[in-house]
C-alpha cells in the first residue's frame, strides 16, 4: 500500500515569492495535515483538513494557505516567502480523528534565498 | 510555559544500556499521548500510542503519569538501530471547545554506540 507522498521533494524560492507544496495521503484516509520543522524548533502544527474543510490551524501568519480537494489529496501555499520559512514541511495522513495515527511523508525542502 | 517539554539530549548510551525519556505536558485537559521516531532526514514514524494502564512492545515500554502530567519512554537492551529523535505527541481536547490540538515535543536524541 503506498504511503503519503509529496512533492516537489526540494524547492528553492527567494523572497517574496510564492510555494505550493502538494501532498497525497494514504488511500482512505480523510485527514491531512501539515507541519512545519524548522531547525531547533521542532515539528510545528500548521493545518488540518478534514473531509474538504480546514478543521484547525496553527499559530501561523495568513500567508500559510492550503486546501483539500475532492480526492483528499491537498495542497499548501506560502506566499510572501520570507526567510524563515526554510525549514523542511511534512505532511501526514490519518483516518478522519485527530486522534488516530498519522502517517507521514517524506517532506518537502523549502529554501528561501 | 511551553506546552509539551522534552530534554533535548543527545542522551549517549552503549549497546544494551536502559535509556528512558521523559515528556513533559502542561494541560490536564491533554486525552491522548503517543511516541514517535524521527530518524535524521526523514519522516517521523508512530513508535507507540501510550495508555493511561501504561503498554509494552518488545523492548520498549510507554507509561503515562496523569498526576505528574508526564510519559515516559523506557528502551531496554538498546541497539545500534535505536539510535534517532524521539517525538512525543500530546493531543488535548478543552472541553466545551469544540476542537482539538496536537503538539509535538522538539525531541530527544538517543545515540546508541558500539
Known amino acids: 500500500e503506498a504511503g503519503v507522498t509529496q512533492s516537489p521533494t526540494h524547492l528553492i524560492k527567494t523572497r517574496g515569492q510564492q510555494a505550493t507544496l502538494r501532498c497525497s495521503p494514504i488511500?482512505?484516509?480523510?485527514?491531512v495535515y501539515w507541519y512545519q520543522q524548522a531547525l531547533g524548533l521542532g515539528l510545528q502544527f500548521l493545518l488540518w483538513?478534514?473531509?474538504?474543510?480546514?478543521?484547525n490551524r496553527g499559530n501561523f501568519p495568513p500567508r500559510f494557505s492550503g486546501r483539500q480537494f475532492p480526492n483528499y489529496s491537498s495542497e499548501l501555499n506560502v506566499n510572501a516567502l520570507e526567510l524563515e520559512d526554510s525549514a523542511l514541511y511534512l505532511c501526514?495522513?490519518?483516518?478522519?480523528?485527530?486522534?488516530?495515527?498519522?502517517?507521514f511523508g517524506p517532506g518537502t525542502r523549502l529554501l528561501v534565498l | 510555559r511551553k506546552e509539551v517539554e522534552q530534554d533535548p539530549g543527545p542522551f549517549n548510551v552503549p549497546e544494551g544500556a536502559t535509556v528512558a525519556f521523559n515528556c513533559t505536558y502542561s494541560n490536564s485537559a491533554s486525552q491522548s499521548f503517543f511516541w514517535y521516531r524521527q530518524d535524521c532526514r526523514k519522516e517521523p514514524k508512530l513508535l507507540m500510542s501510550v495508555y493511561s494502564s501504561g503498554n509494552e512492545d518488545g523492548r520498549f515500554t510507554a507509561q503515562l503519569n496523569r498526576a505528574s502530567q508526564y510519559i515516559s519512554l523506557l528502551i531496554r537492551d538498546s541497539k545500534l538501530s535505536d539510535s534517532a529523535t524521539y517525538l512525543c505527541?500530546?493531543?488535548?481536547?478543552?472541553?466545551?471547545?469544540?476542537?482539538?490540538?496536537?503538539?509535538f515535543g522538539k525531541g530527544t536524541m538517543l545515540l546508541v554506540s558500539p
Open positions: 505527541v500530546v493531543i488535548e481536547s478543552p472541553m466545551n471547545s469544540g476542537y482539538s490540538t496536537l503538539t
Open positions: 483538513y478534514d473531509e474538504g474543510e480546514e478543521r
Open positions: 488511500s482512505g484516509h480523510t485527514s
Open positions: 501526514a495522513s490519518s483516518f478522519g480523528h485527530l486522534q488516530e495515527t498519522q502517517y
